[in-house]
């Protein structure tokens, strides 16, 4: 079927898979998470066995990734041998400006409930972004979608900062959007678990607006490798020592 640009998926010809219909399982996960069945179908987004396959596909490009589900969180597998690469959603126009958006679902998510005058590009993270050129996105306004761990993990801070100089050769114009959540919450939890349909455009026009200069408030500390109570209490000074994490 034709995506968003108006151009068909080559799905039927790509020799390294099968396309197979998506379970109703599968479905129901995916519009659990807010992508609904049009943007499904339109995708190409399919089954095989206990996998989910997503055929990310930029131009003439499609490589997929599978996610086995029921599986562990953020158990996402991308075919072997083959180079990292963004998900091109919909583009618009050379002018629009372009979410990128951190991971599978999330895009999926974006995609279907961005309002119509923005790009929208899938990554593979911060850090799989780093393996992919860049060019694209000279003299373009580029909004960074994280997942909310941006905030709590030095790992995904520090690549979407990486990104950030990155893009900062082609343009000016880079912001983060700051997700309501906690923990790995990604953008189609937020919109399947707070937003009703008629209202997720509205907010990702909310997000957008509120974007910042740094993927969040302050850089997360570095994790200790052991256990917290490892570590010992910090020092206080002549403060009273509170504690709250028993």
């Known amino acids: 079927e034709a995506g968003r640009t108006g151009r068909p998926y080559p799905v039927h010809a790509h020799s390294r898979w099968c396309v ?39 131009s003439d490009t499609v490589t997929v990734q599978r996610r086995p589900w029921p599986g562990k969180p953020g158990e996402y597998y991308w075919e072997k041998g083959e180079p990292l690469h963004f998900w091109v959603h919909r583009d618009p126009s050379p002018d629009a400006p372009v979410l990128l958006v951190e991971g599978t679902k999330q895009s999926l998510a974006a995609h279907a409930w961005a309002p119509a005058g923005y790009a929208v590009y899938g990554m593979v993270g911060c ?30 801070y520090s690549a979407a900062a990486t990104l950030a100089k ?35 455009p509205e907010f990702i026009e909310h997000l957008v607006q509120g974007a910042g200069g740094k993927p969040a408030d302050r850089i997360p500390p570095a994790r200790s490798g052991g256990k917290p109570e490892d570590s010992g209490p910090p020092g206080v000074g002549d403060r009273v020592a509170v504690m709250v994490n028993e």
Do not use: C, M
């Open 20 to 58: 197979n219909a998506l379970s109703a399982e599968h479905r129901a996960y995916l519009n659990e998470h807010a992508v609904p069945d049009a943007v499904i179908d339109a995708a190409g987004v399919t089954s095989q066995g206990g996998e989910i396959l997503f055929p990310w596909r930029d």
């Open 127 to 156: 850090e799989g972004a780093s393996r992919v050129k860049l060019k694209r996105f000279k003299g373009r306004r580029i909004i960074v979608i994280n997942d909310a761990d941006a905030a709590t993990n030095p790992n995904v």
């Open 166 to 200: 990155r893009l900062d050769f082609y343009t000016k114009d880079v912001s983060f959007t700051r997700l309501p959540a906690r923990g790995t919450a990604g953008l189609d939890d937020v919109l399947a678990s707070e937003f009703d349909p008629d209202e997720r």
